[in-house]
């Protein structure tokens, strides 16, 4: 598999202390990489770095080949980013899914909406209108994902996505990032504390602690 | 003498004959009143919603001087500001060229400085009070530094809509400022309120209960009209 991300000698700093610290790590096109760690770890860190929503305080993050800087417009294009409590804006579920489209320019068909509603499992014609408050924290989060979903990013990062969940939505999302991965062929990185959950998914597993990386499991 | 209540039965029997009668001074300071407001309220805006992103987004040095001062502004008494206008604008002034004293535009001036630190504060703190993970949901969901800064102000529209009906009632209300670079002229710079009061000290309580109704009208429908607003912006 081609190289999509390689990073060189990253680390992170906050307030003087040294939060991540990678010598090295690829993530290869279309893989899921899972990472996980207890609280503190890095991992949240890890994550916006891959995402280009922080930049390292030292080292290289090389996206396709290419030195990055992370407030290229273009490169916050390729990759999105979901957090494990996702903010969803003060509009309706096809305003909130159909938003990245607009800033791109693009005109949302409703067909597009209703297709990637349907993969996150919620039915278009019960849920594009309703208002942002008038969903659960399980739909909310699904909301979310549809979002990231139709802009069919090249990297979906996905930070404890199933955190507070129930076992519904829980499977919805691992379906979700399966079959984009199968469809469009998305890299997916993604952090939970859920370690079967994320094994059911991944293809290799990355623990970390202390801000490293400290082994490396690859699915059989 | 009449008891105090006859004067108030009086009063609004007036009120509501100058109403139905299409009285022409009682509309010239009913018209006077919503052009001037409007003008003022929209300059308000337009320089206050801008200020106010400005204070709430960003951190500079020195911005806790300019949100003091920004507070400091919200109770500027209007005779104050009625001053410093007219300083400005009579003949001595600096703007006095531009020859607006006792005009439309000199009280739409004034009332300007007025709901301009309640705009520029109420939309500070409405930024300030958003959600800290909007920025980077926004950067995340592909947006330009450009539209970031557009759909905050959309997200903070709930409480920008609430500092311009305050500022609209602080604007709508005053005496002073009318009253001191207007120089409540009939038929030119006569509002409702500089009316109320001439009205009252003359003894003529229909006239001022008759402006005071219509004032409290006014300020029903422009709740009543951002009440709608919102429900349709909630969509």
């Not at chain 1, 993530?27 to 995402?51: A, D």
């Not at chain 1, 930049?55 to 490169?75: C, M, Q, V």
């Not at chain 2, 400091?72 to 060229?97: A, C, D, H, K, N």
């Not at chain 2, 305050?166 to 709508?172: D, L, P």
Request: aromatic residues 8%.
């Amino acid at each position: 598999m081609p190289n999509l991300y390689q990073l060189q000698n990253i680390c992170k700093t906050y307030k003087d202390k040294d939060v991540l610290q990678v010598e090295s790590l690829f993530i290869y096109n279309k893989e899921i990489v899972g990472i996980y760690g207890s609280n503190g770890s890095g991992k949240t860190t890890l994550l916006r770095l891959l995402s280009f929503l922080d930049e390292p305080s030292k080292g290289e993050i090389l996206f396709e080949g290419r030195l990055t800087n992370h407030n290229e417009l273009y490169l916050r294009r390729q990759v999105t980013y979901l957090d494990q409590s996702p903010y969803l804006l003060k509009r309706s579920v096809w305003g909130n899914v159909s938003y990245g489209l607009k800033v791109r320019g693009i005109s949302s068909k409703s067909g597009q909406i209703h297709e990637i509603l349907d993969i996150v499992g919620l039915p278009p014609q019960e849920y594009a209108r309703r208002k942002w408050y008038q969903l659960s924290g399980g739909e909310a989060q699904r909301v979310a994902l549809a979002a990231r979903l139709v802009l069919r990013p090249k990297v979906l990062v996905l930070d404890e996505p199933t955190t507070n969940l129930d076992a519904e939505s829980t499977k919805r999302i691992r379906e979700a990032s399966l079959r984009v991965r199968e469809q469009w062929g998305t890299t997916i990185v993604l952090a939970s504390h859920d370690q079967d959950w994320m094994d059911s998914i991944s293809d290799r597993g990355l623990e970390m602690q202390d801000g490293r990386i400290i082994s490396t499991r690859s699915k059989q | 003498m009449l008891p105090i209540m006859d004067y108030i039965w009086q009063g609004l029997a007036q009120a509501f004959y100058l109403l139905f009668a299409n009285d022409p001074a009682t509309y010239s300071a009913i018209w006077t009143t919503l052009k001037v407001s409007t003008l003022s309220i929209i300059s308000s805006l337009i320089l206050g919603i801008p200020a106010g992103f400005f204070l709430g987004h960003y951190s500079f040095p020195g911005k806790k001087a300019v949100r003091i001062l920004v507070d400091t502004l919200l109770s500027f008494p209007t005779v104050v500001i009625g001053l410093l206008v007219y300083i400005m604008v009579s003949r001595q002034g600096p703007l006095g060229e531009l020859d607006i004293l006792f005009t439309i535009p000199a009280i739409a001036v004034g009332q300007t400085v007025l709901g301009l630190p309640i705009v520029i504060a109420l939309t500070a703190s409405a930024v300030e009070s958003l959600d800290q993970r909007l920025k980077y949901t926004l950067l995340t969901l592909g947006a330009d530094r450009f539209q970031v800064l557009l759909t905050t102000v959309w997200e903070a529209r709930f409480s920008i809509m609430a500092a311009a009906v305050t500022a609209y009632g602080r604007i709508v209300s005053e005496v002073g400022i009318s009253m001191m670079v207007g120089g409540n002229i009939k038929w030119h710079t006569r509002t409702i309120t500089t009316a109320i009061a001439l009205e009252t000290n003359k003894g003529k309580f229909g006239m001022g209960i008759a402006l005071g109704f219509v004032l409290l009208c006014i300020a029903f429908a422009v709740n009543l009209c951002l009440n709608l607003l919102h429900k349709r912006t909630e969509e």
